[in-house]
C-alpha cells in the first residue's frame, strides 16, 4: 500500500508534525510529506488520526 502524501508546505509541515504529542514523522519527497502508515500499531490509530485531523483540519 502507497503512503499516504501530503501535498503542501512540507517542511512547515513536517515541523509542526514532528513537535506535536505524540509526534508524527514522515519523509519530505517532491515537495510533500509522506507518512509510512506500515509503522503504525493498530493501537495508535486513534492517535495519529487526531493528531491529523488537529494539524489538518477534519476532512
Given at each position: 500500500?502507497?503512503?499516504p502524501r501530503l501535498a503542501?508546505?512540507?517542511q512547515c509541515l513536517t515541523h509542526r508534525?514532528?513537535?506535536c504529542e505524540p509526534?508524527?514523522?514522515g519523509h519530505?519527497?517532491?515537495g510533500a510529506l509522506?507518512?509510512?502508515?506500515?509503522?503504525v500499531l493498530p493501537e495508535e490509530d486513534?492517535?495519529?488520526r487526531a493528531?491529523?485531523?488537529r494539524e489538518l483540519g477534519a476532512p
Open positions: 500500500m502507497p503512503s503542501g508546505k512540507a508534525l514532528r513537535s509526534p508524527v514523522f519530505v519527497q517532491a509522506w507518512l509510512d502508515v506500515r509503522t486513534a492517535a495519529l493528531v491529523l485531523e
